[in-house]
């Protein structure tokens, strides 16, 4: 039989889910539910990392079955990565890879986890706040700002797997149901402990510092030690769900910079400003982000922060009577993970506005053991939650015997929800005008035409270029790529392949089932490498406007006439480098403009070794002088202003048009 108490628990539990419901379609319209629309995936909502996500299982759902799960050989090729670092969100990833005999071709589910997300934020806030909140009105209406949470709204559709912020307020559940209710949850604790790591890693730490509060708060002498064992089974659960996701069995790795760069920011509660550009204030105006802050956006909206600092006020005032001391004294594990996590956050670089005003520097393996979660900022969550509790729950106790604490929550909310009221209409409305960026790529009639021509795409360049249009391609049709689009990959390996990818192909040889892609970064990679391998079996050019490419014929490439961002090797045109620093101008020495300066390679080389003149526009300059700078030709031309010369197709007596 269910108890009187777990029956108002679940009917509780319920309506908040409801309210979570509800939430999701104020904030997404109903087609972001669908899981064969794949307009906003492939648009790349927001920024491109749900590019990345899509890719990451599009690759997946065409592995064959194995243990572990998780992995696929067709990204990082040859050696394979986990869709861990995919960021694919490995729970669905493999639920949806075993019904994948049932999917249609065109298939995602980031829809549906954002809308459970939802469901699940607004049970456990209900959970968490009927913990100290009898009537239900006060239990749901405090529920309302947990929903409307702007770090959780930030995150949907732009980091899928970081919007399961439930995780949080489930934890927290379970820590305050034993404080004030002295009931356990073990079960509740070991879910976590599997499930969380299956969602994003960087849940870890939050729900595990909750663990280790619980374990000092609410446990005796007696008990401590058995619940020392359980906290130990639920590390070994977790690290089993990884190794099961093969976050151990391939070459992808955790970062080892980062950390004091993505951090949170001192005005980081009260600055509206975000990565995704969203106004998330009617009131508040924006405030300066230095370094990656922008990732450490924990804005609490300004129905919280009137509602927090009126209460931090009254506490100040009214301290001797109201003895808040007495009561965090009793929530020491508690005190120490929140100032613990917030100092994680911070990190040792503390930034105010776009100021770096402290520095603490650290020995270079604490530096990358803290790197692992670079994206420091975020670890204030637990902290940013238990801010929103403590506010509803005080409001409401401090109104409650003159009737008017549900009129001050519901106060509160409207005055939240007027604040982000125009994030609110940005979030839905970005679904009806994303711009499909990925086109750029698919637009493209050689991309389009050559889909079934090769059978893997190579990058043999050097720039930190992560190519998630060309990995979503490679996905899209069957493809294996070694493009480096990974949240986290191994870099030194990548470079060291791709070196000997490049000394292969500068050999004279060439895999004819391969089709190697440079991005502009790495134009002298690509004119070194062209420059003597173009010809006879081998065609090279530029196409999409973002991409060089080496193709073998091999039969079956096909050069369409009807492509007008296609440029052959033979007809691509010299051009000044576009480079601005304190003394160059796009390219133009500001203290001497007869002076432009041209990438350094063998393409380059093919112009100028031996010119006299230099063509452009019908009009012809004198070369007087040919020089170097590392990763630079400096030519001297005679020419009152070498700006007139810049983005113009140029050529010399060594190479006419």
């Known amino acids: 039989m269910v108890r009187q108490g777990q029956k108002k628990k679940i009917l509780l539990f319920l309506c908040g889910a409801v309210l979570g419901?509800?939430?999701?379609?104020?904030?997404?319209?109903?087609?972001?539910?669908?899981?064969?629309?794949?307009?906003?995936?492939?648009?790349?909502?927001?920024?491109?990392?749900?590019?990345?996500?899509?890719?990451?299982?599009?690759?997946?759902?065409?592995?064959?079955?194995s243990f572990p799960l998780g992995i696929s050989r067709n990204m990082s090729y040859p050696e394979g990565a986990s869709v861990v670092y995919s960021d694919s969100i490995p729970l669905f990833a493999v639920l949806f890879r075993l019904a994948e005999p049932l999917l249609p071709v065109q298939f995602q589910y980031f829809g549906l986890f954002v809308f459970c997300s939802y469901l699940l934020q607004g049970g456990f806030s209900a959970l968490l706040l009927s913990l100290f909140l009898d009537n239900p009105f006060s239990v749901l209406t405090g529920t309302i700002p947990f929903l409307f949470s702007p770090i959780l709204a930030e995150r949907a559709f732009r980091h899928t797997s970081l919007t399961a912020h439930w995780l949080i307020l489930a934890a927290l559940y379970a820590y305050f149901s034993a404080k004030r209710e002295k009931r356990r949850h073990p079960g509740l604790w070991i879910l976590l402990a599997v499930i969380t790591p299956l969602?994003?890693?960087?849940?870890?730490?939050?729900?595990?510092?909750?663990?280790?509060?619980?374990?000092?708060?609410?446990?005796?002498?007696?008990?401590?030690?058995?619940?020392?064992?359980?906290?130990?089974?639920?590390?070994?659960?977790?690290?089993?769900?990884?190794?099961?996701?093969?976050?151990?069995?391939?070459?992808?790795?955790?970062?080892?910079?980062?950390?004091?760069?993505?951090?949170?920011?001192?005005?980081?509660?009260?600055?509206?400003?975000?990565?995704?550009?969203?106004?998330?204030?009617?009131?508040?105006?924006?405030?300066?982000?230095?370094?990656?802050?922008?990732?450490?956006?924990?804005?609490?909206?300004?129905?919280?922060?009137?509602?927090?600092?009126?209460?931090?006020?009254?506490?100040?005032?009214?301290?001797?009577?109201?003895?808040?001391?007495?009561?965090?004294?009793?929530?020491?594990?508690?005190?120490?993970?929140?100032?613990?996590?917030?100092?994680f956050a911070v990190s040792t670089t503390v930034i105010a506005n776009n100021s770096a005003f402290i520095r603490i520097p650290l020995p270079q393996k604490l530096y990358e053991l803290c790197s692992t979660f670079r994206s420091s900022g975020r670890m204030f969550w637990p902290v940013y939650y238990l801010v929103f509790l403590f506010t509803v729950v005080y409001l409401e106790h401090r109104f409650s015997a003159k009737s008017l604490g549900n009129a001050v929550l519901l106060l509160i909310t409207c005055v939240q929800l007027f604040d982000l009221s125009p994030a609110i209409a940005e979030k839905h409305g970005s679904f009806s005008h994303n711009m499909p960026q990925f086109e750029i790529l698919t637009d493209s009639?050689?991309?389009?035409?050559?889909?079934?021509?090769?059978?893997?795409?190579?990058?043999?360049?050097?720039?930190?270029?992560r190519g998630l249009y060309i990995a979503l391609w490679a996905s899209e049709n069957g493809m294996t790529t070694d493009f480096p689009f990974l949240a986290r990959y191994d870099a030194e390996r990548h470079l060291a392949e791709a070196e000997k990818t490049k000394e292969f192909l500068l050999n004279g040889?060439?895999?004819?089932?391969?089709?190697?892609?440079?991005?502009?970064?790495?134009?002298?990679?690509?004119?070194?490498?062209?420059?003597?391998?173009?010809?006879?079996?081998?065609?090279?050019?530029?196409?999409a406007g973002d991409f060089f490419f080496i193709a073998p014929e091999n039969g079956r490439l096909i050069i369409p006439e009807t492509d007008e961002s296609l440029i052959l090797y033979e007809d691509i045109p010299l051009i000044v480098a576009d480079y601005s620093d304190d003394i160059w101008d796009h390219g133009v020495l500001m203290s001497q403009p007869g002076t432009i300066t041209f990438l350094n390679n063998a393409f380059t080389h093919s112009f100028f070794d031996g010119a006299t003149e230099l063509y452009c526009d019908g009009e012809t300059y004198r070369i007087l002088r040919v020089w170097e700078d590392p990763g630079y030709v400096m030519v001297d031309v005679e020419v009152p202003d070498g700006h007139i010369l810049t983005g113009k197709e140029l050529t010399t007596d060594r190479r006419p048009s």
């Open 199 to 343: 969602i994003h890693t960087y849940f870890l730490p939050m729900v595990y510092a909750i663990r280790l509060a619980d374990l000092i708060d609410n446990e005796n002498r007696k008990t401590r030690l058995r619940s020392a064992a359980g906290l130990l089974l639920c590390l070994m659960l977790s690290v089993f769900s990884l190794f099961s996701v093969g976050a151990f069995s391939t070459g992808s790795s955790g970062s080892s910079f980062g950390y004091g760069y993505f951090s949170m920011n001192v005005n980081a509660i009260f600055n509206p400003v975000s990565a995704s550009g969203i106004r998330w204030s009617r009131i508040l105006p924006p405030l300066p982000q230095g370094f990656g802050t922008y990732e450490g956006f924990n804005y609490l909206g300004f129905g919280m922060l009137i509602g927090f600092f009126s209460i931090s006020i009254h506490l100040l005032f009214r301290f001797k009577k109201e003895k808040p001391l007495r009561y965090a004294a009793s929530h020491p594990g508690l005190l120490f993970v929140c100032a613990a996590l917030t100092a």
């Open 445 to 465: 009639p050689f991309f389009r035409e050559n889909a079934d021509s090769y059978s893997h795409i190579s990058d043999p360049g050097t720039s930190p270029f």
């Open 509 to 543: 040889q060439i895999d004819p089932d391969t089709i190697y892609l440079f991005s502009l970064e790495d134009e002298s990679v690509f004119h070194d490498i062209a420059y003597f391998i173009n010809g006879e079996g081998v065609r090279c050019g530029q196409v």
């Open 21 to 65: 419901a509800v939430t999701f379609f104020v904030l997404f319209p109903l087609s972001s539910l669908d899981p064969t629309n794949l307009s906003y995936v492939r648009g790349g909502y927001v920024e491109r990392d749900i590019i990345q996500h899509y890719a990451g299982w599009n690759f997946y759902r065409n592995e064959p079955l």
